[in-house]
């Protein structure tokens, strides 16, 4: 019961604060804040490693993990309280230190925001303090008084029990008033913080421009012939979402602003107007996570609507030396882009639409980077409000401060999407089909490969540019057993896709992606 109580104040604690804090930033409530902290300091074998788990699941795994741990820890500081009343309330308020600890160090989160866990951690040691009363009535520990008193059988004993018995009902009374009481705070602050965003209709009332430069006409045969490989353009909704930001940064339009600064002649700011004003152009993008595994679905193909990031930097113009240019989120991420990347034809964009529509607010509203060639740790940062102009040697980005390199051109890479692992199907014509990368350098082959066969060249489906996937096709005449489906590719300067196997730290996942099938 004592346990119990434990976990029931602890819920008070997150409650109160989730209340409280739809006055503050979403991201200074307790969960959000550890949360992200716990991100910051994910070792790289681990974010791999929750990534490969639990894919773009990864954040409702953290939350769980989350609140399983809060839950064990709840209920020793609830025994201990029990026993020890001060060291129960030493123990409170050292949680509460250590969440207000993770609020504060939040990039972009001021000292007010503090506010809604302290309330909360006060309010979760008064339901403590009101559950351990009835549960002191009980005493005393550790024996179970109400089988001692059934025991006794006397006038004495059955006083006892009744009075135990009391001390009960009242304990569960107040436990399961307060228990409902916190559901009902928590789902009340959710509701008010997203009543009180307005980046949602803000975005829906926003209209786009059309681009002064209209994306390539797509050719006709881009899709492949195979049923069950992925739409060569992803839709917004399918689109694979990987960052670090446990609650998305709500940025209103109109205090949108990029500073561009560091190695410059002349510093630059863009507003939001300033974007929309601009001459923008329109192109068909993969991106791709340096994590996506062999085979992995963290890959999508886009329209993205932009302003050549070359043009901004023409205007700041570079001063001899600079290398790089670390972008920078609103919510401190942070991602090193080599400068000659940003300043050749392969248009890397600061982009406002994708696939027709202004950014969804999780993949970066309202502005991001798109970098045809790179992965997205070193050039795809979303919410993205700074350009600092620097050197490799000067600064270092997010991810590569934690172990990931520090520059990220993607791997020629193909996927075998049809059949699925571990399909079973009869004997006879078979279809094989996916897709494959190789973006800025493109894709000019890809060969399936049967168990230790030969190796074939499949289909290919029309390429719309160098920097989109490009999807592929192949009959196969299947017969019975186990088999193993591998495919490569071969980029536009002749390479062949690598056989060697490497993990997706530090510079991403090599090797042939290969896929298991029951013929019978
Ligand atoms: N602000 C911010 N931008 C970010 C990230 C992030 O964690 N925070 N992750 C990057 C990574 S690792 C990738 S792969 C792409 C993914 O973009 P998407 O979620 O739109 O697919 O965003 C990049 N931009
Ligand atoms: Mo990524």
Not at 96 to 112: D, E, F, H, Q, S
Not at 249 to 270: A, K
Not at 411 to 438: E, L
């Amino acid at each position: 019961m004592a346990a119990l109580a434990g976990v029931v104040s602890a819920g008070v604690v997150l409650a109160i604060a989730e209340l409280i804090g739809a006055f503050f930033t979403a991201r200074a409530t307790p969960l959000f804040a550890l949360g992200s902290t716990f991100i910051d300091f994910t070792p790289p074998p681990l974010k791999d490693f929750a990534i490969a788990t639990f894919g773009t699941n990864d954040k409702a795994a953290l939350f769980v993990g989350m609140g399983l741990t809060i839950a064990v820890l709840a209920c020793v500081l609830g025994i201990v309280a029990y026993r020890k009343w001060a060291l129960g309330v030493l123990g409170v308020l050292f949680m509460g230190a250590v969440i207000v600890a993770c609020v504060l160090t939040r990039a972009g989160v001021g000292p007010l925001n503090a506010i809604p866990s302290i309330v909360g951690t006060i309010a979760g040691l008064l339901v403590l303090r009101r559950l351990m009363v009835p549960l002191w009535g009980l005493k005393p520990w550790p024996e179970a008084p109400a089988d001692r008193a059934a025991d006794a059988g006397d006038h004495l004993g059955s006083a006892v029990a009744a009075s135990v018995g009391t001390s009960r009902r009242r304990f569960f009374a107040a436990a399961g008033i307060t228990a409902v009481a916190a559901g009902i705070a928590a789902t009340g602050g959710r509701l008010l913080s997203a009543a009180r965003s307005n980046v949602a209709q803000a975005r829906d009332a926003l209209r786009l421009p059309s681009p002064a430069k209209a994306a390539a006409p797509v050719p006709a045969g881009v899709q492949s012939p195979v049923e069950g490989v992925f739409p060569w353009l992803t839709p917004n909704s399918d689109f694979y979402r990987i960052d670090t930001a446990l609650s998305v940064p709500e940025i209103n339009v109109n205090d949108w602003e990029l500073r561009v600064h560091g190695m410059v002649e002349q510093e630059v700011t863009l507003n939001f107007q300033d974007l929309l004003d601009a001459d923008l152009i329109e192109s068909h993008v993969t991106l791709t996570c340096v994590s996506n595994p062999v085979g992995g679905k963290l890959a999508g193909n886009a329209k993205w609507l932009g302003l050549p990031i070359r043009e901004v930097l023409a205007k700041a113009k570079p001063k001899e030396g600079a290398d790089m240019v670390l972008s920078k989120s609103i919510d401190g991420f942070s991602a090193s882009t080599p400068l000659e990347v940003l300043q050749d034809d392969r248009d890397a964009m600061l982009a406002i639409g994708m696939n027709g529509e202004p950014l969804p607010v999780e993949h970066g509203y309202p502005v991001r980077m798109v970098v045809p060639g790179l992965y997205g740790f070193v050039s795809a940062t979303k919410w993205v409000v700074e350009l600092e102009v620097t050197r490799f040697a000067d600064a270092k980005a997010y991810w590569t401060e934690r172990g990931w390199s520090e520059r990220g051109p993607i791997k020629t890479m193909a996927r075998v999407d049809v059949p699925k692992s571990f399909a079973k199907f009869p004997p006879g014509k078979v279809a094989v089909g996916g897709t494959a990368w190789a973006q800025t350098r493109g894709i000019t082959k890809v060969e399936v490969q049967i168990d230790d066969g030969e190796w074939a060249e499949a289909t290919l489906s029309d390429e719309a540019s160098t920097i989109t996937w490009r999807q592929w096709s192949y009959e196969w005449d299947a017969t019975p057993g186990i088999h193993y489906v591998k495919a490569r590719a071969t980029d536009g300067t002749g390479e062949v896709q690598t056989e060697k196997r490497a993990d997706p730290v530090p510079d991403g996942a090599s090797g042939w992606p290969s896929v298991m099938v029951t013929v019978e």
